[in-house]
């Protein structure tokens, strides 16, 4: 798709995100059912109603695309592999902050395409933030009620790295790391607000040395690597989605400017 065509997506994608998150607020604040799915990982009837919301409205929108998304049924790698464009959602990415009720959880809606994201929606539904970015058209971020503005990553100080971490995984794997890589210090986030962190020019890097799948990071990677930064594996490269039969990601790196190799620190 040409950068035409994405940008008249943004706006319908923007409005699908914010419905989605009205609907998930409306259950965070009435109170909500938890269960566990096959992985361990929790599900809420929050999570339910927005993957509703999102995928009947993108079915919709274009409805010769098809919807990948965190509550989807199995679709087999044989399906999936034949699909060149594709959306890929997490409806509610940081269930576990859900559950909480920090309100350090987010939608999620990206653009797949040639196995690399192409748009990224990124709404917080307890404030009405929005992130959002399409290839070649830069990364934005609208307060509510405010004019929407460009967003950039920045060049780390030389005096101290500030490293977005979070609260709800840790290991000792991270904590290694982090003690090498110099003085630093963390900006605990949930989420994907992790990578807008980074995105936006608030923190420098966000290391993932532990499992996610590729809808917790795909709308996060296009927001990243249109503000100029970048999204990727520790070799170094960056991350592509839908190219094997496992939808897990491998151990990542969200970082800005510079050319400092972070995974020597592993």
Wanted: charged share 25%.
């Amino acid at each position: 798709m040409n950068t035409t065509e994405l940008e008249a997506l943004i706006a319908p994608v923007i409005a699908l995100a914010e419905s989605a998150g009205k609907s998930i607020l409306e259950i965070y604040e009435a109170g909500f059912s938890i269960t566990d799915k096959e992985d361990n990982t929790p599900l809420t009837d929050a999570d339910l109603a927005a993957h509703n919301t999102i995928t009947e409205g993108l079915e919709k929108l274009t409805p010769n695309i098809p919807v990948l998304s965190e509550e989807s049924t199995s679709i087999p790698f044989e399906e999936r592999q034949q699909w060149s464009r594709y959306w890929l959602i997490d409806p509610l990415d940081g269930t576990r902050e859900f559950i909480k009720r920090n309100g350090e959880f987010t939608v999620n809606i990206a653009l797949i395409e040639n196995h690399e994201p192409i748009l990224g929606v990124i709404q917080v539904p307890v404030n009405g933030i929005l992130y959002y970015a399409w290839r070649e058209g830069g990364a934005w971020k609208r307060l509510p009620e405010q004019a929407v503005e460009q967003i950039h990553v920045r060049t780390p100080s030389e005096e101290q790295l500030v490293v977005a971490g979070s609260r709800s995984h840790q290991s000792e794997i991270i904590t290694d790391f982090l003690d090498k890589i110099g003085t630093h210090r963390i900006f605990p986030m949930g989420s994907s607000l992790k990578s807008c962190l980074v995105a936006e020019g608030q923190a420098d890097l966000y290391p993932r040395l532990g499992p996610t799948s590729e809808w917790d990071t795909a709308a996060a990677q296009c927001v990243v690597e249109e503000a100029g930064g970048q999204l990727t594996d520790t070799a170094m490269q960056p991350l592509r989605y839908n190219t094997k039969d496992s939808l897990l990601n491998p151990h990542f790196f969200v970082f800005g400017k510079g050319e400092r190799n972070w995974s020597q620190y592993l």
